[in-house]
Structure formats: C-alpha cells, structure tokens
T-cell receptor, first 114, second 115 residues
Framework: SAVISQKPSRDICQRGTSLTIQCQVD?????MFWYRQQPGQSLTLIAT?????????ESGFVIDKFPISRPNLTFSTLTVSNMSPEDSSIYLC???????????FGQGTRLTVV | AQTVTQSQPEMSVQEAETVTLSCTYD???????LFWYKQPPSRQMILVIR??????QNATENRFSVNFQKAAKSFSLKISDSQLGDAAMYFC????????????FGKGITLSVRP
C-alpha cells in the first residue's frame, strides 16, 4: 500500500487567514482526492486533484475557496482560504495507486478556526 | 447517481462475539468495487476489505468477511471474534471501475465493543 504523509496533522487558525495542507505519497499514484469530514460524520469529496491541470471540484466547492495544486504524481496541496469557523473540520488526502482499485488515506488534518 | 446507505448509526458487540454491519447501495453499473473502511479515534482511514462486483465469491480477510448479494445490492461486513481494537467507525464505500472514478461513502456506523 502507498505511504501517505499529510501535514500538518492539526492546526488552530484565525478567521480570515489561509492554511495550506500538504499530501506527499511515496510512489506515483493515478488519482489524488481531497475530502472534508465533520467529526462523527461521513466523508465529503471536495475535489479531484489532477496532475498538471485544474482540479475537478464537486458541487458546493469552488476553486477560490479551496485552491488545489498537483505539480506531479506524488504531491498535492489543498488550501483553505479566508477561513471561517464553519471551515473547522478534518481534511483528508486520498490516493489510488497505478493499477490499483482501492484508495488509501493520509492521517488527516484537524483544522480549528477561531 | 450512485448512493450508499448504512441505516444503522450505531451497533454494539460483546468481545469475542460476531457482529454484522449492513450496507446497501444503488447503481445502474454492472462493474464496480465495494469496500469497507475502518476509522478509529485516531481518524486514520484503514481499508478493511474489498469486493469486486464481477466476483461471486465473498471476500475474506482474517476475521473479516463480507456477504455480497449483487442482485439485492447488499454488502454486509461480518466481524468474527470481535476484539476491543475493532471499536471504530466503519464506512461502506462504492467505486465504479475506471481510472478516474471516485469513492462514494455511506454515512458510517459506530461500532462499540463491550469487554
């Protein structure tokens, strides 16, 4: 299975600021995804990070609020911009390896906006 | 659109006993994958088991097995000889075949294990 390093693991941020979350994989992967999860709830897909092109966003999520980069096949970032307390959540990176069917997840970033 | 339904929000099992977690899904596709993921309090999502829709044989991984009923669109997870470490949130997930397809998750079920 892929080894995924997601940083930071947690952060407390002031409203109006931005936070960038990094996801590094130890091998080249086909797909990279970003999810949001409220405590005790299911995962909601924010976007699919596309290598070398703009991310594909799900309904309700926009690039201005959640800009995503994926410069190569092993690394992606998610930025949560102009944060408000409603952005307090867990953010997870997920990858699907080449020729694989299952997805693997990073450890998650617990974000608290005050 | 594909949907995954986990209708039981919580379940409890006695240590060493067997428990079954239910999951149903809705799809018009014939070729897809189904998964069960475990999320303990550490929040790390862990793959428990996967099933390819084209396979009739139910998947098994040690104490974990599934009952896959394709016609009924049902995919339940059986945990045998439950251990305290099995306490977690469990998510059923679905993904169609294809390199660019995404996972669709159920709402999850919280499993507690009584010592």
């Amino acid at each position: 299975s892929a080894v995924i390093s997601q940083k930071p693991s947690r952060d407390i941020c002031q409203r109006g600021t931005s936070l960038t979350i990094q996801c590094q994989v130890d091998s080249q992967v086909t797909m990279m995804f970003w999810y949001r999860q409220q405590p005790g709830q299911s995962l909601t897909l924010i976007a699919t990070a596309n290598q070398g092109s703009e991310a594909t966003y799900e309904s309700g999520f926009v690039i201005d609020k959640f800009p995503i980069s994926r410069p190569n096949l092993t690394f992606s970032t998610l930025t949560v911009s102009n944060m408000s307390p409603e952005d307090s959540s867990i953010y997870l990176c997920s990858v699907v390896g080449q020729g694989r069917t299952e997805a693997f997840f990073g450890q998650g970033t617990r974000l608290t906006v005050v | 659109a594909q949907t995954v339904t986990q209708s039981q929000p919580e379940m409890s099992v006695q240590e060493a006993e067997t428990v079954t977690l239910s999951c149903t899904y809705d799809t018009s596709e014939s070729d897809y994958y189904l998964f069960w993921y475990k999320q303990p309090p550490s929040r790390q999502m862990i793959l428990v088991i996967r099933q390819e829709a084209y396979k009739q044989q139910n998947a098994t991984e040690n104490r974990f097995s599934v009952n896959f009923q394709k016609a009924a669109k049902s995919f339940s997870l059986k945990i045998s000889d439950s251990q305290l470490g099995d306490a977690a949130m469990y998510f059923c997930a679905y993904r169609i075949t294809g390199a660019n397809s995404k996972l669709t998750f159920g709402k999850g079920i919280t499993l507690s294990v009584r010592p």
